[in-house]
Nanobody
Framework: QVQLVESGGGLVQAGGSLRLSCAAS????????MAWFRQAPGKEREFVAG????????YYADSVKGRFTISRDNAKNTVFLQMNSLKPEDTAVYYC?????????????????WGQGTQVTVSS
């Protein structure tokens, strides 16, 4: 079992930055692929960014590529999402997720554990 707790959300103006954190506890964190998803009001949850156990392998949704950066610190059991140049359309609840599968996972059913989410609101 893995427990995930997100933090770092808040209200920011368009063009601003936020850094989300996801603290993991339970089984060996470094064995899991990690990802961030988000869900805006009235919309389905969507993939944002993922990172394999090897920190050199990261991948992003086209909508955030070049603006968001995912990273992880296996020694601290934490994954981060640095969000720059935020836009109002980035407003959503952001969720951290963990998976034991292989490959560049980006579908919700591929992830085994989820956090409760943290709200990000970007004002225009």
């Amino acid at each position: 079992q893995v427990q995930l707790v997100e933090s770092g959300g808040g209200l920011v103006q368009a063009g601003g930055s936020l850094r989300l954190s996801c603290a993991a506890s339970g089984r060996t964190f470094s064995n899991y692929a990690m990802a961030w998803f988000r869900q805006a009001p009235g919309k389905e949850r969507e993939f944002v960014a993922g990172i394999r156990w090897s920190v050199s392998t990261t991948y992003y949704a086209d909508s955030v590529k070049g603006r968001f950066t995912i990273s992880r610190d296996n020694a601290k059991n934490t994954v981060f999402l640095q969000m720059n140049s935020l836009k109002p359309e980035d407003t959503a609840v952001y969720y951290c997720a963990a998976a034991t599968g292989w490959g560049l996972l980006r579908r919700q059913y591929e992830f085994d554990y989820w956090g409760q989410g943290t709200q990000v609101t970007v004002s225009s």
